[in-house]
């Protein structure tokens, strides 16, 4: 399985970016696709998460209200939409891929490289 991250880049505060997880190979409804970040010095940390199989979505509390996770089965694609970003939110942002709903980035087998995401003015 081969993950691939995209729609990065410097974004001022208050704007709202689309990242986009393109994924190959098989998935199956029990998949979970997540997304995680990881600001330089810190741990990576959860983001959001959702199943292939159902609408089920979860948030961490830093981002509930703010961004959307969603996706398109039949273009094996997940979105992280952004709205209302702080500098806080600058990170790298990985998509990754597990068995089983988890918070923990241990528990995700696939991961894609990640993209940049600069909230600067």
């Known amino acids: 399985v081969q993950l691939q991250a995209y729609g990065g880049g410097l974004v001022q505060p208050g704007g709202s970016p689309r990242l986009s997880c393109a994924t190959s190979?098989?998935?199956?409804?029990?998949?979970?696709m997540g997304w995680f970040r990881q600001a330089p010095g810190k741990e990576r940390e959860f983001v959001a998460a959702i199943r292939w199989g159902r609408a089920s979505t979860y948030y961490a509390d830093s981002v509930k209200g703010r961004f959307t996770i969603s996706k398109d089965n039949a273009k094996k694609t997940v979105y992280l939409q952004m709205n209302s970003l702080e500098p806080e939110d600058t990170a790298v942002y990985y998509c990754?891929?597990?068995?089983?709903?988890?918070?923990?980035?241990?528990?995700?087998?696939?991961w894609g490289q990640g993209t940049q995401v600069t909230v600067s003015s």
């Open positions: 190979g098989h998935t199956f409804s029990s998949h979970v």
């Open positions: 990754a891929k597990a068995n089983a709903l988890s918070t923990l980035p241990r528990e995700y087998r696939d």
